[in-house]
């Protein structure tokens, strides 16, 4: 007689192998690689050690930087003007430091604005009664599941095109809802052109419009949004930031690389100083994306101690920056 029941065993009882087999390889792997400072265990794993995950996907994940380089002659708001960069002087004798007279050189810094480059915008940007800079809590430099909406085809037939719910339902149609708590980073490609100052003198540029804040943050929960121009939208009054600072919602402007990460599937780290009282900040996102993809950098040995240029570092007086 035919047991109904041992196709079904025997089919348990590979998968259970295949799994122990993965879980000893798991934890073989982690201790591996902890050895050096500290013995990772099956309790530890089990505890939730970061150690193992940064082991075993952050450490072989693909990194990219989706911020601008600041330099003085940036695009900028022409309310604000431009910054300027110099060499750092002793106080005591007027003069620069140098590499030849002091073994050490620092940078003296005029920034017109804390609105500079890419950005951080607290809600005190706009409210004095929300977080300024400084008061954001610690959670905002969390990894967060990244999400890319591209409007390019969008923006490539007008200019001053804003993204709207039906992108977004698009976007979740082919993507799957987005996650709560995420980043939505609005790629136009309007970018491309930068650092050219007179991007900040057109008129017309991609934007978000309300209705897509309002459903993003009131919907879908997010954290916070960025776009790559320097402004949410292209209304008189901007309306979309205006009703993002005074809900207590932050965002981000002048975004980079977002042709270079795909539209799910990746975390952004955001990095921002914590000026006192700030109501912007200069802003670092790192996307970090898997590690099949064809974009970014990898962690690995070569990241310390980096490596030395054959060409010095040099101030330039005609850019107003070292160079090389």
Same mark, same amino acid.
């Given at each position: 007689m035919i047991d109904p029941l041992r196709p079904q065993a025997r089919r348990l009882?590979?998968?259970?192998?295949?799994?122990?087999?993965?879980i000893g390889a798991y934890v073989l792997g982690v201790t591996r690689v902890a050895s050096d400072t500290a013995r990772a265990t099956p309790a530890a794993t089990a505890a939730g050690d970061l150690w193992a995950t940064y082991a075993h996907v952050l450490s072989r994940a693909r990194y990219i930087s989706l911020s601008h380089t600041i330099a003085p002659r940036i695009p900028v708001w022409k309310g604000f003007g431009p910054s300027t960069f110099s060499r750092a002087v002793d106080p005591a004798t007027g003069r620069p430091y140098t590499y030849a007279k002091d073994g050490v050189e620092a940078t003296h810094y005029d920034l017109a604005t804390d609105q500079l480059g890419t950005q951080l915008d607290p809600?005190?940007?706009?409210?004095?009664?929300?977080?300024?800079?400084? !008061? *954001?809590?610690?959670?905002?430099?969390? $990894?967060?599941?990244? #999400?890319?909406?591209?409007?390019?085809?969008?923006?490539? &037939? @007008?200019?001053?095109?804003?993204?709207?719910?039906?992108?977004?339902?698009?976007?979740?149609?082919?993507?799957?809802?987005?996650?709560?708590?995420?980043?939505?980073?609005?790629?136009?490609?309007?970018?491309?052109?930068?650092?050219?100052? !007179? *991007?900040?003198?057109?008129?017309?540029? $991609?934007?978000?419009? #309300?209705?897509?804040?309002?459903?993003?943050?009131?919907? &879908? @929960?997010?954290?916070?949004?960025?776009?790559?121009?320097l402004d949410t939208d292209t209304t008189p009054t901007l309306v979309g930031e205006a009703w993002l600072m005074h809900h207590g919602y932050t965002q981000a402007e002048g975004v980079a690389h977002l042709d270079r990460v795909p539209p799910r599937g990746c975390l952004v780290s955001p990095g921002f100083p914590r000026f006192r009282g700030g109501t912007g900040g200069y802003a670092s996102f790192t996307a970090i994306c898997p590690p099949s993809w064809r974009h970014g950098r990898r962690v690995s040995r070569a990241d310390a101690p980096l490596p030395r240029f054959a060409c010095p570092l040099h101030w330039s007086t005609r850019t107003g920056t070292r160079v090389r």
């Open positions: 009882g590979a998968a259970a192998l295949v799994a122990l087999i993965a809600p005190a940007h706009w409210d004095p009664h929300r977080p300024a800079i400084d !008061e *954001l809590p610690a959670t905002f430099g969390a $990894p967060r599941p990244l #999400v890319v909406i591209s409007i390019v085809p969008q923006a490539r &037939r @007008r200019a001053d095109y804003h993204l709207q719910v039906a992108d977004i339902r698009a976007w979740e149609a082919k993507h799957g809802r987005i996650p709560a708590g995420s980043v939505v980073m609005v790629r136009s490609d309007w970018s491309r052109e930068w650092p050219g100052p !007179e *991007l900040a003198e057109r008129e017309k540029f $991609p934007g978000v419009s #309300v209705a897509a804040l309002r459903f993003l943050h009131l919907e &879908r @929960r997010i954290l916070l949004h960025g776009h790559e121009p």
